[in-house]
């Protein structure tokens, strides 16, 4: 089945960030889906430009982390 995403992010590492519906995920280049869209922001740490590590906010609170350079939920 297609997915469609109201917004890609550039990749980095193989992995982009992805929303629809207000909800944000993770993708690889391959299209699947390695972070459910159920995210209300997916960010970088503040005052840091590189995406190695970014923060995954439910309801303004920092719930899980997401390492792209081994591509796991940390």
Known sequence: ????????????CGYSRVEK?????????????IV???YDCIHNFVGRYDWDNVILEKEGRGVR??????GILI
């Open 21 to 33: 519906d207000r909800k944000w995920g993770i993708i690889n280049t391959n299209g699947k889906i």
């Open 36 to 38: 459910p869209l159920e």
């Open 1 to 12: 089945t297609e997915k469609s995403f109201h917004q890609i992010s550039g990749f980095y």
């Open 65 to 70: 982390k997401f390492d792209f350079k081994k």
